[in-house]
């Protein structure tokens, strides 16, 4: 069971930026995809972005693409969300998840990311006009 622990939320300006942080622990990091969600005060939770287990493909919602960097550093078993020209719209808690797939190879973009079914407890990201 992996358990996945989020953090580097807070208030920033529009324009300004932040960097996420997952650590996971409970399994071989290294050996699964990972990915970002949020949720916004009365919308459901959609993807931000993905990578893979050797963080060789990344994959990025449309919306944020061209602000947000997916990463992962698998000797610290930590996955990144680097975000950048941060807008109001970008407000939302922001979860961790983890694949359940060892060794995926496929495309998030083409096969879903209903597989990233392991969450983290979330961190709140605000962006102010």
């Known amino acids: 069971q992996v358990q996945l622990v989020e953090s580097g939320g807070g208030l920033v300006q529009a324009g300004g930026s932040l960097r996420l942080s997952c650590a996971a622990s409970?399994?071989?990091?290294?050996?699964?995809?990972m990915g970002w969600f949020r949720q916004a005060p009365g919308k459901e939770r959609e993807f931000v972005a993905a990578?893979?287990?050797?963080?060789?493909?990344?994959y990025y919602a449309d919306s944020v693409k061209g602000r947000f960097t997916i990463s992962r550093d698998n000797a610290k078993n930590t996955v990144y969300l680097q975000m950048n020209s941060l807008k109001p719209e970008d407000t939302a808690v922001y979860y961790c998840?983890?694949?359940?797939?060892?060794?995926?190879?496929?495309?998030?973009?083409?096969?879903?990311?209903?597989?990233?079914?392991?969450w983290g407890q979330g961190t709140q990201v605000t962006v102010s006009s």
């Open positions: 998840a983890a694949d359940h797939r060892a060794y995926y190879s496929g495309s998030y973009y083409t096969e879903g990311t209903a597989s990233l079914g392991s």
């Open positions: 409970g399994r071989t990091f290294s050996m699964y995809g």
């Open positions: 990578i893979s287990w050797s963080g060789g493909s990344t």
